[in-house]
């Protein structure tokens, strides 16, 4: 019971703060590399878990897209508030970027299309009492649109206290 009313006050707290998912705002029509098309745009959400102990972050989560636009391509980059330990082995799918990031390919998704789930496990450079993640979409490009991404945005705070926290 405990660990549901933690990942329950988090989710409000996550929710509160971040005001949820919204696509970009843009003039009818524009393309953009993430997934619009004429009048339509998508719209990409991360649901999963995660949870860290010690210098250990599990982080588990499936790609959705609530929006009316296939998504061809899609990649998401996860961000860590602390570095993360070098060499560490990653899913096929997944890379390192820079210390503190990891960008996976989530591939195609269509219009209110779910994507497979992605399971990581990452290691910290030292232990921390608590991590923020953040998942930002990625163009197509490879780049990060930042006024798209801060739209789409979705920030997870993992205390590490034990629990799952669910996002």
């Known amino acids: 019971m405990r ?22 705002a843009g003039a009818p029509g524009e393309v953009r590399g993430a997934g619009a098309v004429r009048g339509a745009e998508a719209g990409l959400a991360y649901h999963g878990s995660a949870g860290i102990v010690g210098d250990r972050v599990d982080v588990r989560f499936t790609p959705h897209n609530h929006g009316a636009a296939a998504v061809p391509d899609s990649v998401v980059r996860i961000r860590w508030s602390q570095p993360l330990e070098e ?71 993992v205390l590490d206290t034990g629990d799952t926290y669910y996002f």
């Open 87 to 157: 060499g560490q082995t990653l899913p096929a799918r997944c890379a390192p970027e820079g210390d503190r990031a990891v960008r996976c390919r989530v591939g195609r998704l269509g219009a209110h299309d779910t994507g497979e789930r992605i399971g990581l496990r990452v290691r910290l450079r030292e232990a921390s009492a608590e991590v923020l993640l953040e998942f930002d979409p990625v163009g197509s490009d490879g780049t990060v649109d930042e006024s798209r991404a801060a739209a789409e945005r979705q920030r997870v705070l």
């Open 3 to 24: 660990r549901m009313r933690v990942a329950a006050v988090c989710g409000a707290a996550v929710v509160t703060a971040v005001g949820g998912v919204a696509p970009a």
